[in-house]
């Protein structure tokens, strides 16, 4: 029995939408300056998918592919190499704006302001950014991921010099585990869900996955979209999410994207959220087994759920065929469209937005979307094959079949 793909529009009566000046373009622009001084910075590739739109009867479909991040495979770097920068700088009393990276990374600062140990959960794309960019600040990183982590992600984390293990207990309670640790041996938090306390953080890494809106943007303008009619975007925790979101609603505050925010189903907090309307946040507890290890999270993070509720359309909670689908359509395109290699939480967005112009089951969603001809859709492939075994088990083996 293949399960269906739950779904529920955003009718959360909000009295006074949340201030996003910090996801403004101007606030992003200095963001992606910074980034733009690393020497591994390149733009990751907007991806036209000419034939796919043609044959779903839609406008455009794009797609940012994330795998070629700093030769990291996944877009989180973004955020965790901004917000440890930022703590750096304010460590130096020095605005952000005022210091490139090369400069954080020298001797002198590193000198200036002794060892430091940044402490993080990660199902493993995140935590290689903390550990990446740690090891480029000459500071130390230990990283904690959850039961049923990929050996070959907890590797790749080794690999660039942190201290890291799989714990025993699931995300959540993992990110409760690593703020203990921290707190008992002096070591600095760098995790993108945020709780009362804990926000500061939070938002620099919000506003560092900014630097990928920001690209999509420019991207799509060069291909002469100046505006996505649609945005599909991923939510774990909800701070990617709450980023892109932010970002658009702010650039685009008189005629914001209509945008749908997709979750695993096994985690969907915020589809849970939104069915409830009362506008307070829901949590998803357990073991939460799902393909999509990078949204295996239940618990908001709290500054990304007030963006969502305040400007997302629509939450769909998707099985995890629905992310097989998506990764099988990107790594077997039609002819003449561009191959992206996507991972299990990179993918869902396609394969979501595939079953909603393809599937009878899904013409309300459609509908509700507003979904046509004159359709620009914008996406985000947030990871390549980071478990390259997973990758091959579902693209060629067929592991997770859509019917």
């Known amino acids: 029995m293949i399960k269906k793909v739950k779904w529920k529009a955003n009718t959360i009566k909000v009295d006074k939408k949340v201030d996003i000046s910090f996801l403004s373009k101007k606030e992003i622009g200095i963001v992606k300056k910074f980034h733009e001084s690393f020497p591994q910075y390149s733009r990751t590739p907007l991806v036209s998918l000419d034939n796919l739109s043609k044959k779903l009867g839609v406008g455009g479909i794009y797609i940012k592919d994330e795998s070629y991040r700093f030769g990291l495979n996944a877009f989180k770097v973004l955020g965790g190499s901004f917000a440890m920068s930022k703590y750096l700088a304010k460590r130096t009393g020095k605005d952000i704006s005022e210091l490139s990276f090369e400069k954080l990374t020298s001797e002198e600062v590193r000198k200036e302001l002794g060892e430091i140990t940044f402490a993080t959960t990660t ?7 903390v550990a990446w960019t740690a090891n480029q600040l000459k500071q130390k990183s230990v990283v904690y991921m959850p039961k049923g982590s990929s050996q070959t992600r907890l590797e790749n984390i080794r690999k660039e010099g942190a201290t890291a293990s799989i ?7 993992a990110v409760r585990f690593t703020a203990e640790q921290a707190e008992k041996y002096g070591w600095v938090v760098v995790q993108d869900t945020a709780w009362e306390g804990y926000e500061e953080i939070p938002t620099w ?3 560092g996955y900014g630097t990928m ?3 999509a943007l420019e ?24 980023a892109v979101q932010g970002f658009f609603a702010s650039v685009f505050e008189d005629n914001v994207p209509i945008t749908l925010i997709a979750e695993a189903d096994e985690a969907a907090c915020f589809y849970k959220s939104v069915v409830a309307g009362d506008g307070n946040p829901r949590v998803v507890g357990g073991d939460m087994p799902t393909i999509m290890a990078g949204l295996a999270c239940g618990e908001p993070n709290v ?33 003449g469209d561009e191959r992206v290699i996507s991972g299990e ?3 869902v967005t396609l394969g979501l937005l595939n079953a909603i112009l393809t599937r009878e089951e899904y013409s309300d969603l459609r509908r509700e979307l507003k979904l046509d001809e004159n359709s620009k859709i914008l996406l985000f492939s947030t990871e390549g094959d980071t478990d ?8 060629w083996d067929g592991e997770y079949p859509s019917y």
């Open 123 to 129: 199902d493993g794309n995140h935590g290689r950014g």
């Open 167 to 173: 714990l025993d207990m699931n995300y959540d309670d």
């Open 205 to 207: 890494i919000m506003q």
């Open 213 to 215: 809106a920001y690209e």
């Open 219 to 242: 991207q799509l303008q060069e291909y002469g979209v100046e505006r996505p009619t649609h945005i599909f975007i991923q939510a774990g925790v909800g701070s990617l999410a709450g």
């Open 303 to 335: 500054i990304g759920w007030e963006v969502l509720k305040s400007y997302s359309s629509v939450f769909a909670a998707c099985p995890d065929w629905v992310a097989a689908s998506g990764m099988r359509i990107l790594g077997n395109p039609l002819k």
């Open 345 to 347: 939480s990179g993918a």
């Open 388 to 395: 390259p075994d997973k990758y091959r088990h579902i693209v």
